[in-house]
DNA sequence: AACTAATTAAAACATCTGTTTAAAATAACG
DNA sequence: CGTTATTTTAAACAGATGTTTTAATTAGTT
């Protein structure tokens, strides 16, 4: 495997598992055995690493999601809620199988871009990928019409918000439900718990503000 | 003020901005004008004033939290899920007085918290202040008895993530919104959005699992 | 094989991190 | 006032951080 790739795959289970201000860059590169200088010979700066991994995963991602998302909005019936969210189980589940050792990271990593870094994350994604948000609430449009704009932004933002936070914390979470209810549980497991809610959520009747 | 409390204060906005890694001791004390050396002095670590700083909003909160829980429970009606999740909001908007600089930090900690410094925060919280938990199960046990311990257990910690994720990216969120639509809003704009969400959310009917 | 370009390696860089030390200043109390 | 105790100060500590430099190695091309 190349340096860069193993720089990459380190990076990215190191950056999901202790944030990207809680791992250094020593730490990853020992971690991919090797060089620290590589890093910055391959990137330039640890910035643009993160970027990076993040693009490893959007570039795969984005087209498909895309594409689910139009499938939907050309459909002859109208689409449920339930359908909209449920375009991204697929895409999101097939990163998991793409990756070597599991479970894909990528929820995980949107989770610390959030918060991490002051969101530079969040403008990155959103000027390089912005397709993917306006396909998402054209689709939601078509579900749900009367949801005015402003109303909807809102609601697609705590979507996003428990989604990431949900997958961030997956993995503690499962460990706790599996030792509370002792029932065998992964991570799709939770996305289907996960979708009911965000779509009850998003159809929530509307109410009025003064 | 006591040398203490602008230590707490300077840290408390510092934190709720940049992350406990991001920010540093340093950062702290010169916002607060205080010498470095003070907090070890007054706090022992940095860890243990990440502590105090939680700890101060936790004293106030959780009393109340658990008044108004407890008040929901004994009730002769019984209450909705939009009745147990509006008895957060007094107590959360009240810490906004209690503060004297506008609106308080705790959400944004404790969205900090989850992701920052591997869930130590969660530790912390969940055992020193387990009754708000317990309560808040008790009440939406009372309002949706229909729902399993299992799926209230990932409803409620889906709700977690919406509410500390969207009050953590608030600020930001808010920008946005007010670019967009024009329209005035503020924190308390934003939880009376979010009050029916997560409540539809938690009431979405149950779905079967294999 | 010989020369050039790309990559890796070790070391040092300057800066920042949390924490500690020891002296100075302030407060409290008999 | 004089003597403790408490608090503040400046300085230094040891270690970690991202980045850069310079030399060694490897790969690619003619």
Redesign the interface.
Known sequence: MSTKNKILDAADVLFA???F??TSLREITSQANVNLAAVNYHFGSKKELIKAVMSRYMDELSPQLEAALALICQAEEKPSLHDVFSAFIEPLLYLNEFKVNGTSTFLQLL??G??????FL?WFLTTQYPNVFTHFTQAVKIAYPELS???M???L??T???I???M??SE??ID??QN??D?KLDIA??I???I??????????I?K?N
């Open positions: 598992d202790k944030g201000n809680g989770g610390r959030y918060t991490d870094s002051q969101g969040r704009t402003e109303e932004f809102w609601r933002h705590f996003m918000g428990t990431v936070f949900t961030s914390s503690a979470l706790i439900a509370d209810f029932n497991g939770v289907e718990r996960v009911p809610y965000v779509a009850a959520g998003v159809a929530a009747p109410t503000h």
